[in-house]
């Protein structure tokens, strides 16, 4: 069992500076171990007797330095708890310039960090992932990112092999049995950036941005599926460079799918990794949100050329310098590229996760001290990438597009290959717009959680004008009114309905309590305290001014309004500053709903009400479902299942929407029993099914299925077309609910049948299925210490995070107490928020029951 150690806090001192790695590698992939050299030439401020650099899980077999010209050895001491190593020199290196020669050897490992394993069709591959702090997995080197560093890499592969790196190939030479692929120098990068991928690779023809060649990386016979990555990529590297108004740095773009990856993608500068689901895709099967994810993601990567590889954070505290930033970019440039996949409105469920996340007591501010790399890797959650990037929108909403844009070039020009704090960016913004960036700025990153506002008419005679009073939002009831008090500088966008159309108001209100007033002579009919759902706080609005909003819902609000408002109602029924009477009414009234984003975004409610409020198995369980099919029913029968010829995407999304809702929610027998005849016509026809319908129709099949079923799943998974297509069998089987079923997942999750990358999300399926869910806990619990080698720290903190969906209290005292014996520092305060979320659906259930069955009798 691992034991609990306390993470080290250990930093390298910034005396010792290395400016170039010069980096041979060996790997035996049939081996499973790797030999290297590295030559480093660091720059010292003073004389050193001892230099300590990072290294970990290598052997260092040499070391030595030059000085005055002569080769001196070095004493290695290995530092295991600082994964450092301090070289001991016989007389002090003088200051200035000097090299460092280091012969090491290194281990293939099975959990997805450093330079590891991974296996495809039955052959090997070797690929790294080194943010935040596993380079020195790979070589003794200087592994915290305002270390910036030239590399110039050669990799010796096998016949066969190909290599991969961050610069282009320079030039090959022929040795026995292979030969050595030497790559060009790279600008400064940070180590987290290092790239490496040697293997039996195949690549796409190049595709030329002036003269950029973007290449797509697989694993042999996936050639097919590169064309939508290519074309996604292109269009979005082109757009980046007229943001920034900076070429793109590095030489050629190499995107890699990884048949085994534990993040979505990496941006290593050059050579940018993904998750085969990510990166390759068949254009005829793949669904929208498919392919919309993928876009999305090679986009994100592609902004962090520049915002991260090119202009690097310098400590992991401003992790969200990189992350809110590419988050929002991405956002950006797929919706200027496709305006028809209207990506701002999907990005409200985002904002509306990290909501959630953030009224949490136990969230923490955007901008966070960081000590330790267990620290670092905690923040790679909600709260960094989509608050971050809605505090980045809310600034540029704030200074305007243009403004905004020309103080981020500013930014990119003066620290290019440098490293640089939050202030630097404030700094530039302010010279661009003219404006108080840093004031309005510092608060939201500094600042946990996020404000409630308030908001209703002045007192009477005060004409337009509106009473505001913000506080800070806690999902929990029992906070008590003085921890509440809280003020953000909070940009509020008022939109209205005037004689002629709606209108918006801006306004920058900086008061606990303010008044503000509408450009109108009287108040208007309807006002939305949040147009366009730009702002990341929620609106309490005045209850007879809500009715009235009610009533104009599908004239007065878009999508994207009308989704943030159902969410605000449904944060004030959790906060218990409304009754879920109020929200369930807010539900009905969208009962002819027919935007696909607001179908799916109720569907997270009322999945919450079914499943924690509502007893299983209980009368008041089935009257729930009863009145979701009753109200979302007829839209699907109208719809029928089957696409029309030349139907437009969003009614196929609007199809799907309701499949889910009333499948995956309300579990409709007769939706249930439609999923289940439409897989076989799907297994035996892959294009039979239209394709939105493949993920809802894999998944509800399996939870009406047999053991006859699960086998074919198990054959499909197998003899998957595409990457897609394999991950939906994969996670399905966690859906099924029989017993044998069960028993054979949980048998097979640590098997090489799941990849590694796969195991915490398939176990999360099973502790969401309510008839394996005890089992996949007490199955966590036994095999804890196989689990915790095998999957990757970030996996590890999604999955604690998940166990709320067990529900009965008796396992929030189980979980708390298997995580006081068995702590993981990266995941400590997942193991906070799940206990917090177990507590607030046990208060929300005893609050909000006797009112739901009151509801559903009122319309039984
Ligand atoms: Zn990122």
């Given at each position: 069992m691992p034991t609990a150690r306390r993470p080290s806090r250990f930093r390298l001192p910034p005396d010792v500076r290395p400016t170039r790695y010069d980096l041979h590698l060996e790997p035996d992939l049939d081996g499973g171990t790797f030999r290297g050299e590295v030559r480093i030439a660091l720059r010292l401020a003073r004389p050193r007797a001892e230099i300590v650099l990072h290294a970990a899980d290598l052997s260092i077999e040499r070391a030595s330095a030059q000085a005055g010209g002569r080769e001196v050895t070095a004493r290695v001491r290995l530092v295991r708890t600082d994964e450092a190593v301090a070289l001991r020199f016989a007389r002090p290196l003088p200051a200035g310039e000097t090299t460092l020669a280091l012969r090491f050897v290194g281990r293939l490992n099975q959990h997805l960090r450093g330079l590891y394993a991974a296996g495809a069709d039955g052959r090997r591959y070797a690929f790294s992932q080194c943010e935040a702090a596993d380079a020195r997995r790979?070589?003794?080197?200087?592994?915290?990112?305002?270390?910036?560093?030239?590399?110039?890499?050669?990799?010796?592969?096998?016949?066969?092999?190909?290599?991969?790196?961050?610069?282009?190939?320079?030039?090959?030479?022929?040795?026995?049995?292979?030969?050595?692929?030497?790559?060009?120098?790279?600008?400064?990068?940070?180590?987290?950036?290092?790239?490496?991928?040697?293997?039996?690779?195949?690549?796409?023809?190049?595709?030329?941005?002036?003269?950029?060649p973007i290449r797509v990386w697989h694993v042999p016979g996936k050639g097919r599926l590169t064309d939508f990555a290519l074309e996604a990529a292109a269009e979005a590297l082109r757009r980046l460079q007229d943001y920034f108004d900076i070429p793109y740095p590095y030489g050629k773009l190499d995107l890699v799918a990884v048949p085994d990856f534990e993040a979505g993608a990496m941006e290593n500068a050059g050579a940018v990794f993904f998750r085969e689901t990510l990166l390759l895709l068949d254009p005829a099967t793949a669904s929208l949100a498919e392919r919309k994810r993928a876009a999305e993601v090679i986009a994100h990567e592609l902004a962090h050329m520049w915002y991260g590889d090119l202009v690097t954070m310098a400590w992991w505290d401003d992790l969200w310098l990189n992350e809110a930033f590419a988050t929002w970019m991405a956002y950006r440039v797929v919706d200027d590229w496709r305006p028809e996949w209207r990506m701002w409105q999907g990005f409200e469920h985002d904002r509306a996760g990290a909501l959630a996340m953030d009224a949490l007591a136990s969230t923490h501010p955007i901008y966070a001290v960081v000590h330790s790399v267990a620290e670092a890797t905690e923040n790679f959650d909600a709260i960094t990438y989509e608050k971050g990037a809605a505090v980045v929108r809310m600034i540029e909403h704030y200074l305007g597009p243009d403004a905004f844009r020309d103080g981020v070039r500013r930014y990119m020009r003066r620290h290019r290959e440098g490293n640089t704090v939050a202030a630097d960016l404030w700094r530039a913004l302010e010279e661009a717009s003219g404006k108080p960036v840093a004031r309005v700025a510092q608060a939201w990153i500094a600042q946990p959680g996020f404000p409630l506002v308030s908001v209703?008419?002045?007192?009477?005679?005060?004409?337009?004008?509106?009473?505001?009073?913000?506080?800070?939002?806690?999902?929990?009831?029992?906070?008590?009114?003085?921890?509440?008090?809280?003020?953000?500088?909070?940009?509020?966008?008022?939109?209205?309905?005037?004689?002629?159309?709606?209108?918006?108001?801006?306004?920058?209100?900086?008061?606990?309590?303010?008044?503000?007033?509408?450009?109108?002579?009287?108040?208007?009919?309807?006002?939305?305290?949040?147009?366009?759902?730009?702002?990341?706080?929620?609106?309490?609005?005045?209850?007879?001014?809500?009715a009235a909003l009610l009533a104009a819902l599908g004239s007065a609000l878009t999508p994207v309004?009308?989704?943030?408002?159902?969410?605000?109602?449904?944060?004030?029924?959790?906060?218990?500053?409304?009754?879920?009477?109020?929200?369930?009414?807010?539900?009905?009234?969208?009962?002819?709903?027919?935007?696909?984003?607001?179908?799916?975004?109720?569907?997270?409610?009322?999945?919450?009400?079914?499943?924690?409020?509502?007893?299983?198995?209980?009368?008041?369980?089935?009257?729930?479902?009863?009145?979701?099919?009753?109200?979302?029913?007829?839209?699907?029968?109208?719809?029928?299942?089957?696409?029309?010829?030349?139907?437009?995407?969003?009614?196929?999304?609007?199809?799907?929407?309701?499949?889910?809702?009333?499948?995956?929610?309300?579990?409709?027998?007769?939706?249930l029993a439609e999923a289940r005849r439409r897989l076989d016509v799907y297994l035996a026809d892959r294009g039979a099914l239209e394709p939105n319908l493949a993920d809802p129709v894999v998944s509800l099949a399996a939870r009406v299925g047999d053991e006859a079923l699960y086998e074919r799943y198990r054959a499909a998974l197998t003899a998957a077309a595409t990457p897609q297509e394999r991950r939906r069998f994969l996670l399905s089987l966690g859906s099924f609910r029989t017993r044998v079923t069960r028993e054979r997942t949980l048998a097979a999750v640590l098997t090489p049948e799941i990849p590694t990358q796969d195991v915490a999300i398939l176990l999360m399926r099973l502790l969401a299925n309510p008839a394996a869910g005890g089992e996949a806990w007490k199955f966590m619990t036994r095999k804890w210490g196989a689990l915790r080698r095998r999957i990757p720290p970030l996996m590890i903190s999604r999955l604690v995070e998940s166990t709320p969906a067990l529900r009965e209290p008796r396992y929030a005292r189980e979980v708390a107490r298997f995580f006081r014996a068995h702590?993981?520092?990266?995941?400590?305060?997942?193991?906070?928020?799940?206990?917090?979320?177990?507590?607030?659906?046990?208060?929300?259930?005893?609050?909000?029951?006797?009112?739901?069955?009151?509801?559903?009798?009122?319309?039984?």
């Open positions: 790979i070589l003794p080197c200087f592994d915290e990112p305002s270390f910036k560093a030239r590399f110039r890499v050669a990799i010796r592969v096998r016949d066969g092999e190909t290599a991969l790196s961050n610069g282009p190939v320079e030039g090959e030479e022929a040795v026995p049995g292979g030969r050595v692929v030497r790559f060009a120098e790279t600008p400064p990068l940070s180590t987290y950036l290092l790239a490496l991928a040697v293997g039996q690779l195949e690549a796409s023809a190049p595709r030329l941005l002036g003269p950029v209703a008419p002045a007192r009477a005679g005060a004409g337009a004008a509106l009473a505001v009073h913000q506080e800070r939002f806690y999902a929990d009831p029992g906070v008590p009114a003085a921890r509440r008090r809280a003020k953000w500088p909070l940009p509020l966008v008022v939109k209205w309905g005037g004689t002629d159309g709606a209108a918006t108001e801006r306004f920058l209100v900086e008061r606990v309590r303010d008044t503000v007033a509408l450009p109108t002579g009287a108040l208007p009919p309807w006002y939305f305290a949040n147009a366009a759902a730009g702002g990341f706080y929620r609106v309490a609005h005045d209850p007879a001014d809500r309004e009308r989704l943030a408002l159902a969410g605000d109602q449904w944060a004030l029924v959790r906060s218990a500053r409304a009754s879920i009477e109020s929200f369930l009414d807010v539900a009905d009234a969208l009962g002819e709903e027919t935007d696909y984003d607001v179908l799916d975004g109720i569907a997270g409610p009322l999945d919450v009400i079914d499943e924690q409020v509502a007893e299983p198995g209980s009368a008041m369980q089935a009257g729930f479902r009863a009145w979701i099919a009753r109200r979302f029913g007829p839209q699907l029968e109208r719809l029928g299942w089957a696409a029309a010829a030349g139907e437009d995407d969003p009614t196929r999304l609007r199809r799907a929407a309701l499949v889910r809702l009333l499948g995956g929610v309300a579990e409709a027998p007769a939706v702590p993981v520092p990266e995941a400590r305060r997942a193991v906070r928020q799940a206990l917090e979320v177990f507590r607030l659906n046990a208060e929300l259930r005893r609050r909000t029951a006797p009112g739901l069955g009151r509801w559903l009798a009122a319309r039984a």
